[in-house]
């Protein structure tokens, strides 16, 4: 049987990629994409489109049986700056999807599940530098609360009804196809657009606050290839990823091509979610059980950024 995949969250800034990219592979027909509202032209005209909202259940049934859908991407999201605005939506969307999703796996209607969790399952009491595959989590935002309960759902599916289900733990991720949407990492999106643009830019957090990092293409790379792989008989939520840095560090890379580029810093309320995520990640167990592998570093995140920005 031909594998057909709904992308659940398919016009958000990984969603709307990882659709394209997924269609390249498998091809047009194959993978359709749905959201609550309309994508970009390209998503739209080169396969099959659906509106839906990820938390009626009975619609997103409907769209299973209607493609006769095989694996679902479960990319819709309340991020984690705007979850903290709307914590009882950002907890209905979050989850509620995730249990549909986790309970047409465990009803055999699909066979498959990818859903994204995040550094945002982490809290103060984790360790902040090399942080380890498994260490204590205690997140302090509803975004991150919705995280770590998602993969241990996605472990309970596993284990008591043979789901099969793959999460990754995303770092930062930047793009320059799709605008962030309301993340606490959206500056290292920002920041190339007003350097192109303004010249100047004021950062939301302060100089010095390392987090992790990973280009799109990364991130793509990571989702396909851990769905490509074997079903595995231990459920992990992988540790993924690929370069830490800071607005100062980041700015002095943009500075390189950008000479004259200045930046301003006024933290507001995300640096406090910031001050809660580690600084750089331990992905040894991924790197070691499924040969995942990163390939862009800042400097070529930042060459790729401003070279397709200005053009």
């Not at 990818?114 to 809290?123: E, L, Q, R, T």
Request: aromatic share 10%.
């Amino acid at each position: 049987m031909q594998e057909k995949i709904l992308i659940i969250g398919a016009c958000g800034q990984i969603g709307s990629e990882l659709t394209l990219k997924l269609r390249a592979k498998h091809g047009n027909e194959a993978v359709i994409a749905s959201d609550i509202r309309e994508g970009n032209a390209e998503i739209m005209q080169n396969g099959l489109f659906e509106f839906l909202d990820a938390t009626d259940k009975a619609a997103i049934l409907m769209i299973i049986h209607k493609h006769e859908i095989t694996t679902v991407y479960l990319m819709a999201a309340m991020l984690s700056a705007t979850a903290e605005k709307q914590p009882k939506k950002a907890w209905d969307i979050n989850m509620n999807s995730l249990l549909y999703v986790l309970d047409f796996a465990k009803e055999k209607l699909i066979k498959k599940v990818f859903w994204p969790s995040s550094i945002a399952v982490f809290g103060e009491t984790t360790p902040r530098i090399d942080t380890p595959q498994k260490t204590i989590l205690e997140p302090a935002t509803v975004y991150g609360i919705s995280k770590l309960a998602g993969e241990r759902w996605s472990a309970y599916y596993h284990d008591k009804f043979g789901v099969d289900v793959r999460t990754l733990r995303y770092p930062g991720i930047i793009s320059w196809k799709t605008l962030p949407g309301g993340g606490t990492t959206d500056y290292a999106v920002e920041i190339f657009h007003k350097a192109i643009k303004d010249g100047t830019y004021e950062c939301f957090l302060a100089e010095n606050t390392t987090l992790p990092m990973m280009y799109m293409d990364d991130a793509l790379k990571a989702t396909v290839d851990i769905m490509d792989k074997k079903p595995f008989d231990t459920y992990v939520s992988y540790n993924v990823a690929a370069v830490s840095f800071n607005p100062k560090e980041l700015t002095g890379t943009i500075q390189k091509h950008i000479p004259n580029f200045t930046i301003t810093y006024k933290p507001d309320f995300r640096q406090e979610i910031a001050d809660t995520w580690p600084q750089t990640i331990n992905d040894s167990l991924a790197r070691k059980e499924w040969d995942w592998n990163h390939e862009y570093d800042t400097d070529a995140i930042v060459k790729d950024m401003l070279t397709n920005l200005k053009s």
